[in-house]
């Protein structure tokens, strides 16, 4: 699952993060909590260099709580911000607020009292940036989705007299060398569904959670039998006990493979993290 993807939209989107940098005080940056290491864009660092950034776990509701908790140890003992919470549960929303405002609080030179505190929102797609922001100024300013793509180009948007957010389009990187963080970023919906093979990733997620979780399996689709079945006869499996049928009432894999990224991805087999933080 080695993929290449950077629309043209992205190219200019970088360009254009790199020219505003120069007007911004703080950089959120949004990633997802299943997957804190794969979810974030290699080339941020190089852009925002000595920028003060606060990296933000979104989607906590759907990741593992105890790995959540030992990546936001990780970040902090790198001496990097961090925090967590879930945009679309609404969990976690006043922490970022508070640490927001004890940023504007910080900030020193001659235009602190005259100017808002600036912040840009990055993150590769589908990581909920715009539902982020939504959040924080209490309305729905910006569109949102579930599936990436969805914000076209930048936008302004003020959260209170005294702070501004510069929304972003989601910024991946040009070529995924791993294959690994291609199938972590397919799974967890970060690339847009046309480019993948939903069959192949459906395999992947099976063989995962035939070692990780088979009891999710067993309670989600009523299977029996997990442990050391193939991955396609799991699939079957789950294509007949979902109604995913053909005429002749056999399994229609393609079919079986959607329903079971959908309920990965809404975590309707269970709460996981991909990405497990370092030891040290």
Same mark, same amino acid.
């Given at each position: 699952?080695?993929?290449q993807?950077?629309?043209g939209?992205?190219?200019?989107?970088?360009?254009?993060?790199?020219?505003?940098?120069?007007?911004?005080?703080?950089?959120?940056?949004?990633?997802?909590?299943?997957?804190?290491e794969?979810?974030?864009?290699?080339?941020?660092?190089?852009?925002?260099?000595?920028?003060?950034?606060?990296?933000?776990?979104?989607?906590?509701?759907?990741a593992d709580?105890?790995?959540?908790?030992?990546?936001?140890?990780?970040?902090?003992?790198?001496?990097?911000?961090?925090?967590?919470?879930?945009?679309?549960?609404?969990?976690?929303?006043?922490?970022?607020?508070?640490?927001?405002?004890?940023?504007?609080?910080?900030?020193?030179?001659?235009?602190?009292?005259?100017?808002?505190?600036?912040?840009?929102?990055?993150g590769?797609?589908?990581?909920?940036?715009?539902?982020?922001?939504?959040?924080?100024?209490?309305?729905?300013?910006?569109?949102?989705?579930?599936?990436?793509?969805i914000?076209? !180009? /930048?936008?302004?948007?003020?959260? &209170?007299?005294? $702070?501004? *957010?510069? +929304?972003?389009?989601?910024?991946?990187?040009?070529? #995924?060398?791993?294959?690994?963080?291609?199938f972590?970023?397919?799974?967890?919906?970060?690339?847009?569904?046309?480019?993948?093979d939903?069959?192949?990733?459906?395999?992947?997620?099976?063989?995962?959670?035939?070692?990780?979780?088979?009891?999710?399996?067993?309670?989600?689709?009523?299977?029996?039998?997990?442990?050391?079945?193939?991955?396609?006869?799991?699939?079957?499996?789950?294509?007949?006990?979902?109604?995913?049928?053909?005429?002749? !009432? /056999?399994?229609?894999?393609?079919? &079986?493979?959607? $329903?079971? *990224?959908? +309920?990965?991805?809404?975590?309707?087999?269970g709460? #996981?993290?991909?990405?497990?933080?370092?030891?040290?």
């Amino acid at each position: 699952m080695t993929l290449q993807w950077y629309p043209g939209q992205m190219a200019k989107a970088r360009l254009y993060l790199k020219k505003m940098l120069r007007l911004i005080d703080l950089v959120v940056e949004i990633r997802d909590a299943r997957i804190p290491e794969s979810s974030q864009n290699p080339e941020i660092d190089a852009l925002v260099g000595d920028k003060p950034r606060l990296v933000v776990l979104n989607k906590e509701d759907l990741a593992d709580r105890e790995l959540t908790t030992l990546w936001l140890k990780h970040f902090r003992k790198r001496g990097v911000d961090a925090l967590s919470l879930s945009t679309l549960q609404g969990q976690g929303v006043k922490k970022v607020t508070s640490f927001i405002r004890s940023r504007k609080g910080q900030r020193r030179g001659r235009f602190q009292g005259t100017r808002p505190l600036r912040i840009m929102v990055v993150g590769i797609p589908n990581v909920g940036k715009s539902t982020f922001i939504n959040r924080l100024s209490g309305q729905r300013v910006v569109r949102t989705g579930d599936r990436p793509g969805i914000t076209r !180009g /930048e936008q302004w948007v003020r959260l &209170a007299r005294d $702070i501004e *957010l510069l +929304d972003t389009i989601g910024l991946l990187w040009p070529k #995924f060398d791993s294959p690994e963080v291609a199938f972590k970023l397919a799974v967890t919906g970060a690339i847009k569904y046309e480019l993948l093979d939903d069959y192949a990733l459906a395999l992947k997620l099976l063989e995962y959670l035939r070692e990780q979780a088979p009891g999710s399996l067993k309670e989600r689709y009523g299977l029996e039998g997990v442990e050391g079945v193939q991955a396609e006869e799991l699939l079957l499996g789950i294509g007949e006990s979902r109604g995913a049928l053909k005429r002749g !009432g /056999e399994a229609e894999p393609e079919r &079986a493979a959607e $329903i079971l *990224l959908v +309920d990965f991805r809404q975590g309707k087999l269970g709460n #996981f993290t991909l990405d497990v933080p370092p030891l040290t």
